[in-house]
């Protein structure tokens, strides 16, 4: 092997990195053996950051430019070197490249059904999914506590782990919030942006920071759709002998118009249809308004009081018993009554519908003669 292969066998000019993936977010650069020599240039691209380890620590951390590899370059790694005059000689060092632009529609989605209590259904099972956007913020942080030595980190290494931070802040607060489910739709924006701040401290601690979390989408099993799809179709329909009129008339349509068992058939079918639906209107025609007038409702029920006195309470007594009580003296406006559906125990002259006992009192009998 001549001088010059040893030379490029051993020295590295120039350091760079182009990714053309969607997914990487670490990419170390690859030496294989080759030392960098004094004065060697790194290229770091907008987008990127260069992490160097030297001796297993974390040396110097590079933002987007170009540099000469020279003393003035290196604090930290001079520091550890102690290249207090600067130096000449090949150096050996790990260089990692971070992906610092946004990894952007990443998914999160709940494995299992979170079960709370919904206040118009009671206790529901729902599911939900949505999408997140995530950027290194911090490079040295994310090399310490994340990627460690790990020569090639994609997005889908930490997408597990950062599921199962979103997805316990998820449950706490949709279940904290009380919001019924047929209202969710409506406040997912709000929902999307409490629990970006709950994750996003965490976050933090990786050196990473969450931009943009949104919720898509929040289901109920299929059983509980399927019923409320049900009970949305009935509402749709309103009166069901309208639409078992009309759905008749689509019926006799169809079969005047069939081709399959001749026209004479379909012909016939139809006008029997026609003018059995034409007798049946005609019977309801015929039929006295009384016989379809709505039944009387029923009688309203009377409301009856409890009293209490002196620590006890009597009744029920209807407003007639209450009544004569009061003529007899012994119920005034200051005793106080009960109800049901009343709020609490008042006084008889506050209720209206007895204040009026108190006044259509007989008056005071005439003198005697």
């Known amino acids: 092997m001549g001088i010059f292969d040893f030379l490029g066998g051993e020295f590295i000019d120039v350091i760079e990195h182009t990714d053309d993936t969607d997914d990487t977010l670490v990419w170390r650069f690859e030496r294989r053996g080759n030392e ?17 380890i030297h001796e297993g620590q974390l040396a110097d951390v ?16 001079t520091t550890l070197q102690s290249w207090d005059h600067g130096f000449s ?41 949505g999408t997140y956007t995530i950027r290194v913020s911090d490079p040295a942080v994310f090399m310490r506590e994340i990627v460690g030595t790990d020569g090639e980190f994609t997005t889908d290494e930490i997408s597990s782990q950062i599921r199962n931070l979103i997805v316990p802040r998820f449950t706490n607060t949709v279940a904290g919030s009380k919001i019924p489910v047929l209202d969710m739709a409506a406040n997912m924006e709000s929902l999307s942006q409490i629990i970006e701040e709950q994750v996003s401290p965490q976050m933090s601690d990786y050196g990473l920071e969450m931009p943009v979390f949104l919720i898509e989408n929040i289901s109920l099993p299929a059983a509980v759709e399927e019923a409320m799809d049900k009970r949305t179709s009935m509402g749709v329909v309103g009166d069901l002998h309208k639409y078992t009129q009309f759905a008749a ?53 009377e409301t009856v009081w409890h009293v209490a006195e002196n620590g006890a309470t009597t009744g029920p007594f209807s407003r007639a018993a209450l009544g004569r009580m009061a003529t007899e003296g012994k119920l005034t406006r200051a005793t106080t009554v009960w109800s049901a559906g009343q709020d609490g125990w008042k006084p008889a002259g506050d209720i209206a519908e007895l204040a009026q006992l108190f006044n259509t009192a007989p008056p005071p009998p005439p003198p005697p003669a």
């Open 36 to 52: 960098i020599k004094y004065g060697a240039k790194l290229t770091v691209r907008e987008g990127q950051a260069a992490v160097f």
């Open 62 to 77: 590079f933002s987007p430019g170009m540099y000469m590899l020279e003393t003035n370059n290196m604090p930290l790694m």
């Open 89 to 129: 000689s090949p150096f050996k060092s790990e260089i990692y490249f971070i992906n610092t632009t946004r990894f952007q529609d990443l998914k999160w989605g709940t494995k299992n059904p979170i079960m709370c209590r919904d206040p118009e259904f009671g206790v529901v099972r729902i599911r939900a999914f």
């Open 249 to 301: 008339a689509e019926a006799m349509g169809d079969a005047a118009n069939s081709e399959g068992g001749g026209g004479g058939m379909g012909a016939g079918l139809g006008m029997g249809m026609g003018m059995a639906m034409a007798q049946n209107m005609a019977g309801n025609m015929a039929q006295p308004a009384a016989a379809a007038a709505p039944a009387p409702p029923p009688p309203p029920v």
